[in-house]
């Protein structure tokens, strides 16, 4: 199983972006998909997560700029980012609880991609 993330890049602030994170392999469910970040010399920090059922949770810090979104069909999580500020620069990574061929659930991660943001 691998988780393939995308959509990074350098933007002013004001701008937006969106990330994309496909999950391959052999799949045979997935619960939570979520985002983390992590900047440099902070700790990885949850951004927003999703479940199988559409539930959604978001940090404080990105409530009403970012929008996390699933689907399922597609093993893939998405995130809007809108109205990014200098502060979001990090590295961001995805997330899934995933059940795989003769495993147990498990968390997995993808490789991460770099979001900057300009003043």
């Known amino acids: 199983v691998q988780l393939q993330a995308s959509g990074g890049g350098s933007v002013q602030a004001g701008g937006s972006l969106k990330l994309s994170c496909v999950a391959s392999?052999?799949?045979?469910?997935?619960?939570?998909m979520a985002w983390y970040r992590q900047a440099p010399g902070n700790q990885r920090e949850l951004v927003a997560d999703?479940?199988?059922?559409?539930?959604?949770n978001y940090a404080d810090s990105v409530k009403g700029r970012f929008t996390i979104s699933r689907d399922n069909a597609k093993n893939t999580v998405y995130l809007q980012m809108n109205s990014l500020k200098p502060e979001d620069t990090a590295v961001y990574y995805c997330n899934a609880d995933l059940l795989s061929f003769g495993r147990t659930w498990r968390e997995y991660w993808g490789q991460g991609t770099q979001v900057t943001v300009s003043s």
């Open positions: 392999g052999v799949i045979l469910g997935i619960r939570s």
């Open positions: 999703i479940s199988s059922g559409g539930s959604r």
